[in-house]
């Protein structure tokens, strides 16, 4: 279990108005080991910066973050670095966070090489599954990150993330942007993979049909804090405060609008 615990996160303000920004504040959520957790919320309630606490790239100012019974917020730097690997983070500028000049092939070899000290025969075999996981041709293995499209680049982040067998995955808006029929493949192999492996995985997303078809559990998070938990969501009546009926609102307009596109009106 990942657990964060009362934790909040100030950034400083930078507009000389005097007002620093509570990016988080006071969030508490549980991220189990053997299912799909999804934070919804729109664009700047600190979601992002949420999962980089999670993940321990950034120190939360209060408040404390378990892997387990360890608490990581607690470790020195030296006791931290023989966790890497356990929480794996998809940010959501993915991209920048691979090598351009590396290819493919090398991205996925590393954590199979350095984290789980496979040998060359077992590397190639591992990179095939991966790379049907995540729908990626094995043609594209020799190409550069710089010769593939946006898309695959995330792809290849979200293959990354999984060699390293992490005991826990958070994607920050690791589907937008692929097209309709790639998603839902994409997310019911990962629905799939969380099951037989046991992940805890936490998805980041604006998109409520995706939480609603990946999640065990939503929270809904407004100007840092969660404002709702909604276990087991069967259909949209279950977001019940008035916020995330406002979220549910959109996305009914925003099916109703591609509804409206696919009819030619
Ligand atoms: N490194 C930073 N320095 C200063 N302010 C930051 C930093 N990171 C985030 N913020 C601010 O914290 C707030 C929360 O940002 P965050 O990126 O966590 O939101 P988000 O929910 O992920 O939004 P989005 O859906 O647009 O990705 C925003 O107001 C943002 O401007
Ligand atoms: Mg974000």
């Known amino acids: 279990m990942l657990t964060a615990k009362n934790v909040s996160k100030t950034y400083p303000d930078n507009t000389g108005a005097g007002m620093d920004l509570n990016a988080v504040s006071d969030v508490t959520v549980e991220i189990p080991d053997n299912s799909v957790t999804v934070i919804v919320g729109e664009s700047g309630s600190g979601k992002s910066t949420l999962s980089r606490i999670l993940s321990y790239i950034e120190r939360p100012d209060i408040g404390r973050i378990f892997l387990d019974d360890t608490e990581i917020t607690a470790l020195r730097p030296s006791e931290l670095r023989k966790l890497r690997g356990k929480v794996q983070l998809v940010m959501q500028d993915a991209a920048s966070s691979l090598d351009p000049h590396l290819t493919a092939e090398k991205i996925l070899a590393e954590p199979l090489k350095l984290l789980l000290h496979l040998d060359a025969e077992q590397r190639k075999s591992r990179i095939s599954e991966l790379l049907g996981v995540v ?64 992940i805890g995985m936490l998805i980041i997303t604006h998109d409520l049909d995706t939480a609603m078809y990946m999640a065990d559990r939503i929270y809904v998070m407004r100007l840092g804090r969660i404002i709702e938990t909604i276990d087991h969501p069967h259909s949209f009546s279950d977001f019940k405060e008035r916020y995330s009926q406002e979220l549910v609102k959109a996305a009914l307009y925003k099916r109703n609008a591609i509804q409206y596109t696919a009819n030619g009106v």
């Open 135 to 198: 729908q990626l041709p094995e043609d594209l293995l020799k190409h550069r990150v710089s010769e593939l499209s946006g898309g695959q680049q995330k792809r290849l982040c979200i293959a990354r993330a999984l060699a390293a067998e992490p005991q826990h995955i958070i994607f920050d808006e690791s589907f937008s942007g692929l097209d309709v029929t790639l998603k839902k493949q994409v997310l019911t192999m990962l629905k799939d993979l969380q099951k037989t492996l046991d």
